[in-house]
T-cell receptor, first 111, second 113 residues
């Protein structure tokens, strides 16, 4: 089955700096890669996703890049703010209902 | 009102007890899922249902069962709870497209003593 590895497990940055979280996947048939943000006491919420036919996608301060050859994808957050502090999960799937999640990255943005 | 609700939000029970976690959604989605979250282990799929008559096991279904009572309701049962089932449980829903977003409920924190 699919295996998703996520790094780092914890990340601390200064407000205004950039943050990068990286994930690798094992199944070359995976074609959908969402990123979720989980705030304390809440369920994960989708923040951005990318499909396998696209190499990069951007939404304001958040961007995701995908390298299908190397089977890795990354989340980039620029100009970080304290409200970006949360746990971030990557996931990979080849069809709905079978998403495999990474173990999560706890991001702390220091004011 | 929240689109995906879970009850109870917190539950403490004893080893050997039967417990049911309930999930309801108002998004009109056909697909519903149950995940378990343990510290440092991300989210692992327990069961998923693509419609009322379709139930599928996920990667960690042992010790769990589910019931899809209606399009909007999906329940998770622990027939005989054990301490290593202590975890945070999430219900999620999605549409029928291959890349449809999953919408998660607020979670149920279950403690088995």
């Amino acid at each position: 089955g699919e295996n998703v590895e996520q790094h780092p497990s914890t990340l601390s940055v200064q407000e205004g700096d950039s943050a990068v979280i990286k994930c690798t996947y094992s199944d070359s048939a995976s074609n959908y890669f969402p990123w979720y943000k989980q705030e304390l006491g809440k369920g994960p919420q989708l923040i951005i996703d990318i499909r396998s036919n696209v190499g990069e996608k951007k939404d304001q301060r958040i961007a995701v890049t995908l390298n299908k050859t190397a089977k890795h994808f990354s989340l980039h957050i620029t100009e970080t703010q304290p409200e970006d502090s949360a746990v971030y999960f990557c996931a990979a799937s080849k069809y709905a209902g079978k998403s495999t999640f990474g173990d999560g990255t706890t991001l702390t943005v220091k004011p | 009102d929240a689109d995906v609700t879970q009850t109870p939000r917190n539950r403490i029970t004893k080893t050997g007890k039967r417990i049911m976690l309930e999930c309801s959604q108002t998004k009109g989605h056909d697909r519903m899922y149950w995940y378990r979250q343990d510290p440092g282990l991300g989210l692992r799929l327990i069961y998923y249902s693509f419609d009322v008559k379709d139930i599928n096991k996920g990667e960690i279904s042992d010790g769990y069962s589910v019931s899809r009572q209606a399009q909007a309701k999906f329940s998770l049962s622990l027939e005989s709870a054990i301490p290593n089932q202590t975890a945070l449980y999430f219900c999620a829903t999605s549409g029928t497209g291959a890349t449809d977003t999953q919408y998660f409920g607020p979670g149920t924190r279950l403690t088995v003593l």
